[in-house]
């Protein structure tokens, strides 16, 4: 069974750091395109960072240079360390796999985490 665990997140001032972790089971990070995503309250879901099966990685324009996405295979777990935060970044965050699209709603269909609350206040 495909699972996906996350861990992290929590409140914030603006300009600091966090990091969320993804645990995942049932599937390898070399078979999967891996992708960190967010949805705020009255928002569509928003691709934040991919890593893809040939380790490329992508940003989003709103957290290019503020954020890093890793891997390490040896645990199964994916990180996204966040730094230089601000307001606009508070939403729910989510880890999900082999999403062929951004979906309006995030965790809706497919293989995703359960999602942990990043708040940044100013």
């Known amino acids: 069974e495909r699972q996906l665990v996350q861990s992290g997140g929590g409140s914030v001032q603006a300009g600091g750091s966090l990091r969320l972790s993804c645990t995942v089971s049932?599937?390898?990070?070399?078979?999967?395109?891996m992708g960190w995503y967010r949805q705020a309250p009255g928002n569509a879901c928003e691709l934040v960072s991919t890593?893809?099966?040939?380790?490329?990685?992508y940003y989003g324009d709103s957290v290019k240079g503020r954020f890093t996405a890793s891997q390490d295979n040896t645990k199964n777990t994916m990180y996204l360390q966040m730094s230089s935060l601000k307001p606009e970044d508070t939403a729910v965050y989510y880890c999900?796999?082999?999403?062929?699209?951004?979906?309006?709603?995030?965790?809706?269909?497919?293989?995703w985490g359960q999602g942990t609350q990043v708040t940044v206040s100013s």
């Open positions: 999900a796999a082999d999403q062929l699209a951004t979906p309006r709603i995030c965790a809706v269909f497919g293989y």
């Open positions: 049932g599937f390898t990070f070399g078979d999967s395109d």
């Open positions: 890593i893809k099966i040939d380790g490329s990685t």
